[in-house]
């Protein structure tokens, strides 16, 4: 049988025909075979230690490469460990296509080893999938996923491969006639863009707001927007807001920025440009008190539902890049622009001068035993002292994230990854190794919690492994937003002996965690020691860890979400 193949080598050769170049996951039944022909065929495949964290990979290189990130598990359970990272990409709309094993077809039912119906099972988080229930169907279940997943707002999608399926084979002409023919029928959909009777009606309501306000997430990020909303910025004098992960669009340091205004402009605005962020919980559903209740909001969005669900004033639905082009086309026939006298402009300026200056006072003084600020201060300078190409910044955790938010600096695009829409924690790791695949050339710096980094700590091997440029600084203050917090009256009950729920060991080592991979580890507990550490692992770009001692009283419970706790 010479000139036959199987499952395994069709499926890797429809990956790799249909532009797939990486591959993150955990091998085992039934799927180290097709793992191993992926690698053969020139797909790159990062292997974990878990699949929540190589799911998080997949779902963040979505995000970054516009292309979709993919996920290869075992079946049963790794299927369900791997529905943490299909979850995070349908919240965040990132495109990314999970590929689970599964038993033989005929044992369905029977209980077989690791049965579960994974069909049903990724239903709640998938916006496609499929089962291949033959061989001949393989290039065109690989073509459905790898398209519905870009298609529209992008999603998670979700490929079955049961064992029997890669064990059959298939000639090779047989093989090379259905790629062929799969190739060829691939339609991809043009990109969305609204009428221009509605651009004109959107630029018209800009152009009488007396307090507009542009605001950007990470779908105006996704849609590689940054160009057409600076020249929007630059053309009009419109004061900006980015999420948190819209950071580095535009830079953060623009005259225009308004981050550190972001009550005032927020709470005083009448005209707000939503260009691919959500009226969600991260701009507080669009509503009073924290907006005016007569706001007009012009939503662009890649979908109609989005638009329907938050009913604005006027909603684009289109890609993002495609509809700000437009919207600048349409303002060059008339030009408007604000000034810097404009009294908007003037009101957020001077609101962004005070609280800046109030935040560089704080950060100004080197606290030791460090607090957040001194140690993120130094973090931020040595960052922007790395230059362009920017690092890429991950950073999870409750405090070490907030903190984060409000003092790095983000200057270019794509250059800030965190907790996301759904606040998930664990993804530190995972998105580390992500953004240095997709982008080789660049510096990965994670900023987090020690809670946070707990979550997919043994992922340092993989970054030894690999050979990754990722230095991880973590936050040690002794346990989830700190140590032992509790009132005395708090301390009671048959294990009042027992450390807080939010306590970890003091003190832990976290450095010879990598240490013991080949790694480097540094334990830092004052500027100097930091800014040293720091220099040498920036220039070395080899993975590290950065073990940062803070005091375990500094930060709040819960960072800024107190209220919810």
């Known amino acids: 049988m010479a000139d036959c193949l199987d499952g395994n080598v069709l499926a890797a050769k429809s990956f790799a025909r249909f532009g797939v170049t990486h591959m993150f996951g955990v091998v085992g039944i039934p799927v180290t075979g097709l793992a191993n022909r992926a690698v053969q065929l020139g797909i790159r495949f990062i292997a974990f230690h878990n699949e929540q964290s190589a799911g998080y990979a997949a779902s963040a290189y ?43 077809q005929k044992d369905s039912g029977r209980g077989d080893f690791q049965e579960l119906d994974q069909i049903e099972a990724v239903k709640p988080f998938s916006k496609f999938s499929v089962k291949a229930k033959d061989i001949k169907e ?8 790898l398209d519905h997943a870009v298609s529209g ?4 999608c979700y490929l079955d491969l049961p064992t029997d399926v890669l064990h059959q084979m298939i000639t090779e002409s047989e093989a090379e006639k259905l790629l062929t023919e799969v ?14 009777s509605e651009i004109a009606k959107a630029v018209s309501v800009l152009r009488k707001a007396e307090r507009p306000l542009i605001v950007f997430g990470k779908g105006a990020a996704y849609a590689r927007a940054e160009g057409e909303l600076k020249k ?38 009448d005209v707000a440009l939503v260009v691919g962020a959500r009226l969600n919980w991260l701009l507080h559903f669009g509503e009073s008190p924290k907006w005016d209740k007569d706001v007009k ?104 994230m907030d903190v984060g938010r409000s003092v790095l600096v983000q200057t270019e695009p794509r250059t800030r990854l965190d907790a996301g829409t759904w606040g998930t ?75 807080a729920t939010t306590s970890f060991v003091p003190g832990a080592a976290y450095h010879t965690l990598i240490e013991a991979f080949g790694g480097k580890g540094y334990l830092v507990g004052t500027p100097d020691e930091l800014k040293s550490a720091l220099s040498e692992s920036f220039s070395a770009r080899k993975p590290a860890v950065i073990n940062l001692i803070i005091d375990p009283f500094a930060g709040a419970e819960s960072g800024r979400m107190q209220h919810k706790n």
């Open 297 to 400: 909001f012009i939503l662009v969005d890649v979908s109609e539902e989005e638009i329907k669900l938050r009913k604005p004033h006027l909603g684009l639905v289109g890609d993002a890049k495609k509809v700000l082009e437009m919207i600048n086309k349409e303002i060059k026939d008339d030009p408007f622009c604000l000034g810097k006298s404009h009294p908007w402009v003037e009101a957020i300026s001077k609101k962004v001068k005070d609280n800046v200056s109030k935040m560089e006072s704080q950060l100004a003084k080197d606290v030791v035993p460090f607090n957040f600020l001194t140690p993120m201060r130094i973090i931020r300078d040595a960052i922007l002292g790395v230059g362009s190409p920017a690092p890429v910044v991950v950073s999870e955790g409750a405090n070490t």
């Open 183 to 196: 190739e060829k029928g691939r339609v991809f959909e043009a990109t969305k863009a609204p009428p221009s």
């Open 153 to 156: 707002r992008p999603g998670g």
């Open 62 to 104: 979505g995000y970054l490469t516009g292309r979709p990130g993919l996920l290869l598990t075992v079946s049963g359970p790794g299927c369900v460990h791997g529905l943490a990272g299909l979850s995070n990409a349908m919240i965040n709309t990132w495109p990314m296509v999970m590929i689970s094993g599964s038993p033989d």
């Open 138 to 145: 393989i290039p065109d279940c690989v073509a459905r996923v």
């Open 232 to 269: 929007l910025v630059e053309r009009t004098g419109i004061p900006f807001l980015p999420t948190p992960m819209g950071k580095g669009l535009v830079n953060d340091d623009h005259e225009l920025a308004a981050s550190a205004a972001r009550s005032l402009a927020i709470g005083k605005c």
């Open 425 to 499: 924690m664990g993804v530190g790791l995972g998105y580390c190794i992500a953004a240095a695949v997709a982008n080789p050339e660049q510096l990965v710096v994670a900023v987090e919690g020690d809670s946070g980094f707990g979550f997919s700590a043994m992922e340092v091997e993989t970054l030894v492994r690999y050979k990754l440029p990722v230095v991880v600084i973590v936050f040690n203050n002794g346990g989830v937003y700190g140590g032992d917090r509790r009132s005395p009256e708090e301390v009671s009950g048959p294990f009042k002996d027992d450390p």
